[in-house]
Nanobody, 117 residues
């Protein structure tokens, strides 16, 4: 089991930056996969970026070269640095974790990111 708490969302203008954080209640190296997803109004939740325990990283095509996922093993925190933000990046961003041999999914409560044009 793991609890995830996101922070860092807010309102930013087009072209601006935000850094999201996700604090985990257990060592992030005990978690199989951690990631960021987002859900815009009226749309399905979609993967933004993820990182495996071994350090393999995947990004959605729409955020490549703009967003960077990273982790702090001391603070057990996952980050998402978002640069060159666009209005279409507006969504609730969720932190996720896949834990244990059963690969159970856990989610944070979400943090709102709004990009104004």
């Amino acid at each position: 089991q793991v609890q995830l708490v996101e922070s860092g969302g807010g309102l930013v203008q087009t072209g601006g930056s935000l850094r999201l954080s996700c604090a985990a209640s257990r060592s992030i190296f005990s978690i199989n996969v951690m990631g960021w997803h987002r859900q815009a109004p009226g749309k399905q939740r979609e993967l933004v970026a993820r990182i495996t325990r071994g350090g393999d990283i995947n990004y959605a095509d729409f955020v490549k070269d703009r967003f960077t996922i990273s982790r702090d093993s001391v603070a057990n925190t996952l980050h998402l640095q978002m640069n060159s933000l666009k209005p279409e990046d507006t969504a609730v961003y969720y932190c996720s974790a896949v834990v244990g041999p059963g690969f159970r999914d856990y989610w944070g409560q979400g943090t709102q990111v709004t990009v104004s044009s």
